[in-house]
């Protein structure tokens, strides 16, 4: 029998304030988790109406402690939300649960989980299927370098796939934005796709760092493996910096030209997106540049200078020589939709807005309260045609003295054409209906609160109300829901086993000259040991075999057909997800994916699983 761990009982959880598990958040309901991450887990959620798979990542802010970790979780969501690109995850919404400490980030859910994976299982790719994955990387890198926003954190583990196996970028924790005359210093990202200047302690402007991870992708993707390895941190820095890149034998020339130019030793040297995107390697089999997603921009009708100097700064044109920047002031004034164009409107936009900035600053503008018109001739002509002028009479009461009751001073109050109120004299009272004026004597009535009014006034200030996705109920027309009693929850959806509805993604419709790593079923080339056409029960008494021989810390999940397995490799943690899938109706598939753990000690765990796998 499998040792298996106990489900906790989180029953009693809701008295704990900082023990609260939520079923829901908002319409989605939360299911297993899919993935883990440093500042908490990333589970499964479901439209309760629609249906929809999402990723909700749960961040535990108790695991948030220092300032420099919050500004980092900060900045990551507001470049994400700002971020619409097909092949970057597509940031939904962020909900803050603060009462019971944690804070819910909404993605869209990447079905055929991490690049990472994918390499593992099929090994080596022909540089026609690991083409299709680089001009997606590509593409997106170059909208995100156009908004000046560098990701520094690029790895296999980082880059999903979805039903189509098209490329999301995810995880821009590290993400940072360039300025000109700034450059980074922070020791960040993972070792083995980590660039020379980083590992070095030196400086760095940013692009370059971006463009030294894609070559280390492009290695993983063609050749099956790491360029650089080591028994040690240490060692492998020195691989990195002194010995040098090995190529293997049997990739193209145009490929190694690739390689060779993005994984240069200094940052300046490196292959800029712009000459990467028209690479003969890329254009390949597609005739053109990767497809490009650039926002408009202003057009240019003269240059500033200063900007030519920033965009120099910032490596977006490779030498001050004089023949290059004739060259960039041709491209500018031609006003194509180019980086260039994009990235220059964006410096000149941000220059403006620092001079205004600086200009009110030193003059002291302070924006002021509008001044009390005591005199108003009403047979003059408004200034202002949107707000034409009233006068209004409103009788002033006082409270405190019998004699300032009697006194009636006429307020003169401005008006807009849709009724806002722009200019007064006195600070008005509520304007009593017409008909309905109380004299002067008399004291102010007081109004009598409706039963709403009076339990809204009741109710606590501490009570936080259940939080409801409004935005996508607007946008879905929801089903006529029958009644439900009160306190009733949606129950959570149950992922139905082993349908071929379920596993069996659409077909793939791929426009004439693009390559596609699926096959025309929509499924993933898997590798024949990893398909039977054993009966069901033999499979899973296979697999389980299998896993208590390896002596894996494993938990069986509710779904019978999937495990998560824990191990140490290495002395480090590795866990991975095991799953049957149905491939036809008389064949299963074996489907691996990756939780925890490095490349290389993943990679060990994997082959020793498959390599005791009878299928």
Known sequence: MLAEKPIPNNNNSINNKNNIKRKHIGTYAIGATIGEGAFGKVKLGTDIFTGEKVAIKILRLKNIKTEKEKNQIQREQNILLQLKHPNIVNLKKVVNDERAGRSYMIFEYASQGELFDYIVAHGRLSEKDARKFIRQIVSALEYCHSLLIIHRDLKPENLLLDDGFNIKISDFGLSNIMEPGKRFTTF???LHYACPEILRGEEYVGPGVDIWSIGVIL???VVGRQPWDAENAEGLMHAILEDGL???????????????QMLRVTESDRIPIVKIRTHPWIMEGYGEPPPSYLPPSDPIKEIDESILEDLFALNFISSNNPET???VREELLANKRTQLVVVYNLLLQQKHQKNKHLIE???GKKQQSPKVIKNLDLNEKPENPVAPKKVIEQPLTDSLSSSSRKKRKKSVIITSSRGGVLLEKHKKKAVPKRGKIPSPSASPKVEKSTRRQRAVSMSPNNIIRPIIDLELMKQNKTPHKPHKKRNQTPQ???????????????PIESPTGTNSVVTSDGFPPLLSEDISSKPLDQIVDEVIRVLQSQALNIRKRKNKYLWKCTAPVNNETVTLQLEII????KEFGIVIRRIQGSFQNYQQLYNQIKKNLNL
């Open 582 to 585: 149905q491939v036809n109706t």
């Open 219 to 221: 290695y993983c993707l």
């Open 246 to 260: 090995e190529v293997p034998s049997g990739l193209s020339e145009d490929c190694v030209d690739l390689l060779l």
């Open 361 to 363: 600053k030193s003059e």
């Open 492 to 506: 959570k959806a149950r992922r139905p086993i082993l349908t071929e509805s379920v596993f069996k993604p659409p």
């Open 188 to 190: 960040c990202g993972s």
């Open 325 to 327: 920047f004739v060259t």
